[in-house]
């Protein structure tokens, strides 16, 4: 098989001290593939948040490490040179801004040259299928086309992993399996790795491989 593309070795996470502190991941250990979906199931409370937000470098591992192509991810270093990108729950689009507004943002913040953006916004709406809604805010679109033109900004940076917490969970049923065709075929398409936290059993139906966190630990089912 391909060399992993991100790595958690050994990551524990404990939040509090003493008395109060929570063990949230107890030694994960998991590797992330080129071109593979994979789904992270879990009950509430069980760390798939937690452990996105370490993989995507936004929260630090109590111990252990995260390493991206045999590099340990330096802070947010990974996300803002755009290689690890995140989908949520809420979709986290900025009301005020138009749908290729919001797109653009990562591109700005890395400083891509105007004529450049433009270019990669709209291969990127065109890719989630809202090419004709690039000027309408977030407020005139649907949770469904909300939640595409989240995943428009998260594939703009052309990352190599995708990081997804709950990503079907605003939705009804039918919209949210849409939005996981779409995804499973842009994983597929784009060679990216996925890693998909869901409770949605119709989710792991999708998937390449599932992964159950367990206290604190994963568990690997196929
Ligand atoms: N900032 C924090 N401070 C203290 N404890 C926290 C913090 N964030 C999470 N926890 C605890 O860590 C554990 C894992 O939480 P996490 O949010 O990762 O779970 P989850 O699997 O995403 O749950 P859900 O399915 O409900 O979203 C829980 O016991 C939670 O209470
Ligand atoms: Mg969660």
Do not use: C, W
């Not at 789904?39 to 630090?60: H, M, Y």
């Not at 995260?66 to 991810?73: A, D, I, Y």
């Not at 004709?132 to 703009?156: D, K, N, T, W």
């Not at 605003?170 to 075929?185: K, N, P």
């Amino acid at each position: 098989m391909s060399e992993p593309v991100l790595r958690a070795i050994g990551v524990r996470r404990v939040y509090g001290d003493g008395t109060a502190a929570v063990t949230a991941l107890d030694g994960v250990d998991l590797d992330l593939h080129p071109g593979e979906f994979v789904v992270l199931r879990g009950r509430s409370g069980a760390g798939k948040s937690t452990l996105l937000a370490i993989l995507s470098g936004l929260d630090a591992p109590t111990a252990g490490r995260v390493e991206l192509n045999g590099r340990p991810v330096a802070d947010a270093d990974a996300v803002r040179r755009g290689r690890v990108a995140s989908v949520f729950q809420s979709f986290a689009l900025i009301p005020v801004l138009s749908a290729s507004e919001n797109v653009e943002v990562p591109l700005r913040v890395r400083r891509v040259r105007p004529d450049e953006r433009r270019r990669r916004v709209a291969e990127a709406l065109a890719a989630v299928g809202l090419a004709g809604h690039a000027l309408q805010r977030p407020a005139e679109l649907s949770g469904g086309q909300q939640q595409r033109v989240g995943i428009a900004r998260a594939i703009v940076g052309r990352p190599s992993v995708l990081l997804a917490d709950e990503p079907t969970g605003q939705l009804d049923s039918e919209t949210g399996r849409s939005v996981v065709d779409l995804l499973v075929r842009l994983v597929h398409e784009r060679s990216m790795s996925a890693l998909v936290a869901t409770h949605d059993p119709s989710v792991a139906e999708r998937a390449d491989r599932v992964v159950e966190i367990r206290d604190g630990r994963l568990v690997h089912h196929r």
